[in-house]
């Protein structure tokens, strides 16, 4: 069955950089879009960053724009978020989800999120 | 950027009552419209995709409706486990965005 598993949050000091991971399994990794979508705590969804199939399109919401960057890895089935110069805005949960179908950016599976707590 | 607009952000239901709840979207999405459900502590679950098509597994009671920039989610008979917070999701353009979400919450 399909599993989307992220790792890598905890808690950060603001301007300071952390690194998500997120495993798949059940499904052919390389074959789909993936992507990072965040929820602070009792707020609604936000969507964060797309990485295409083969890593050569990326897409960023503004909010992270030129402060993150998603990256994958198709030979080890996974996927990146490198988060520099974090701010307190920027906790939330960080879900993994991936496309639907090619190119169709709804996203059929979610891993279950990893916190990133940015404070001092 | 499309900025989607949910209401009402509560609705206060019964058991077996039916839900009508709407994404308005701020231009055409053309039809790029999905739904997700998500209940405390778990990730969102895709139920309804481009508009009206529901996603694998997901329990003929939901249905989706709508074109252009008013789309509608209906639960035709709410069952126990439906009382969750529901969010409109639009793939039409980037940046792909959210609706703020609507609560289906037990009278």
């Known amino acids: 069955q399909v599993q989307l598993v992220e790792s890598g949050g905890g808690v950060v000091q603001p301007g300071r950089s952390l690194r998500l991971s997120c495993a798949a399994s059940g499904f052919t990794f390389s074959s789909y879009g993936i992507?990072?979508?965040r929820q602070a705590p009792g707020k609604g969804l936000e969507w964060v960053a797309f990485i295409s199939y083969?890593?050569?399109d990326q897409y960023y919401a503004d909010s992270v724009k030129g402060r993150f960057t998603i990256s994958r890895d198709n030979s080890r089935d996974s996927l990146y978020l490198q988060m520099n110069g974090l701010r307190p805005e920027d906790t939330a949960v960080y879900f993994c989800a991936k496309?639907?179908?090619w190119k169709q950016h709804h996203f059929d599976y979610w891993?279950?999120?990893t916190l990133v707590t940015v404070s001092s | 950027e499309i900025v989607l607009t949910q209401s009402p952000a509560t609705l206060s239901l019964s058991p077996g009552e039916r839900a009508t709840l709407s994404c308005r979207a701020s231009q055409s999405v053309?039809?790029?419209l999905a739904w997700y459900q998500q209940r405390p502590g778990q990730a969102p679950r895709l139920l309804i995709y481009d508009a009206s098509n529901r996603a694998t597994g997901i329990p003929a009671r939901f249905s989706g409706s709508g074109s252009g920039t008013d789309y509608t989610l209906t639960i035709s008979s709410l069952e126990p486990e439906d009382f969750a917070v529901y969010y409109c999701q639009q793939r039409s353009d980037w940046p792909l965005t959210f609706g703020g979400g609507t609560k289906v919450e037990i009278k």
Do not use: L, T
Request: net charge positive.
């Open chain 1, 99 to 101: 496309d639907r179908r």
């Open chain 1, 111 to 113: 891993g279950q999120g």
């Open chain 2, 30 to 32: 053309s039809s790029y």
């Open chain 1, 35 to 37: 992507h990072w979508v």
């Open chain 1, 54 to 56: 083969d890593g050569r």
